[in-house]
């Protein structure tokens, strides 16, 4: 009897983990005060905002952890750098906070043209950032917090069907185009009145208890109550590391199969990694049992 290829597996029941979220709004509607609002923050202040005496007190009384401007919080090296320290040494924290996504992502775009100078065109100051943005998600996927990118909004345009003319049709996030759909929700902020807190609307789901359009009082007990308050407040996991002994490993393996830089490349994507030494213990094992028995003369 022939030996089925086929790679799917059967569905098995998914527990969920901790939020990974993207909210943006206009200035002062409530985005930082809301994902302070979530246990034990790690806060990554790229604006240097939230220094003032209220977001320090909202922040030291959730036993949170304040990294501004002058620590690296505009650097996206440094931002990825404490991610992977949070997602592979233990400490108390339970949620990410990196406010805002936009200030660090744009600054990354002005020093790119400014270095390009008259070569920057068709998008190519954009590359680098892009290209971290990509690295910040692989981390995102690996660390087992709550995750809160804060962003600011930007107009969106579109063609009025009746006029024939661009206009501006709505608000979305100023950020990587991509990163909404790399997360489980996008919520938007709406002020209404004087009314505060404000209002979530969900502007991207993947969750069932978060359908697209919907709206909902923006604070943590309603929103901790739709997701679940058990998963985000539960204490965190830390990874394993491929050790230098897998890493050595991996690398005569790949030497001796000659595996090009483009298909080494293709490998690090699929794994969420950017280098052998990203990978996971368990990731690091598997890849070496791969390799052994392609070099053994199986596929």
Known sequence: MAVSKLKAKQPEEVVPGKTKCLIFGPSGSGKTWFSLAFPVPYYVDTEGGANLMHYQQKLKA??????????????????IEQMQVLATEKHPYKTLIIDSITKVYQTAIANEAERLGSKDGFGASKKPAIGWMRRLVNWTTKLDMNIWFVAHESPEWGVNPTTGQREETGKIPDVWDKLVYELDIGLKVQRRGNLFPAFGIVHKSRLLGFPQGDSFQLDYVTFAARYGKNFIEGTTKQ??????????????????????????EKVLTKAGADKWEELSDKQAAEMISRLTIKINGGK
């Open 62 to 79: 959730a036993g949170g952890a304040y990294l501004g401007p002058e620590e690296g919080a505009l650097d996206f090296a440094t931002i």
């Open 239 to 264: 990874m394993v590391l491929a050790s230098s002994e897998q890493v050595a490993e991996i690398v005569r393996l790949v030497g001796l199969l000659k595996v090009t830089p483009e298909d080494i």
